[in-house]
């Protein structure tokens, strides 16, 4: 126990980013909506920045720069139910040690 304490107070700061607030939510959806990309890749990016703000994610939990299936979300990780989506996040800035 002393142990996981320590590893923890001896890991190094994250950099801190400020939430998106949900007007700015609604300006960047809007944006997509007009067309940015092409279809799929504005309907991908309005998912995604919904899925991350409505779940509370981090950024790097749904698009991590360098990618893992070991680590990182994959298809076989969302669970769809009649009244809600499921999302098992492998590991999380405060899952350190990836226990699920």
Known sequence: MVLKGARRLDSLPTKQCKPIAID???KLIG???CGIFNSYLD???QAALTTAFWGFFRSDELSPDKFSSRLHV???DVYYDINC?????KSS???IQ???
Request: proline letters at 0%; a positive charge; zero cysteines.
């Open 43 to 45: 309907t991908l990016m």
């Open 74 to 76: 994959t298809k076989a």
């Open 85 to 89: 989506i499921i999302i098992h996040l």
């Open 98 to 100: 990836r226990r699920g």
């Open 24 to 26: 700015i939510l609604n």
């Open 93 to 95: 800035k405060t899952n």
């Open 31 to 33: 944006v997509l909506r």
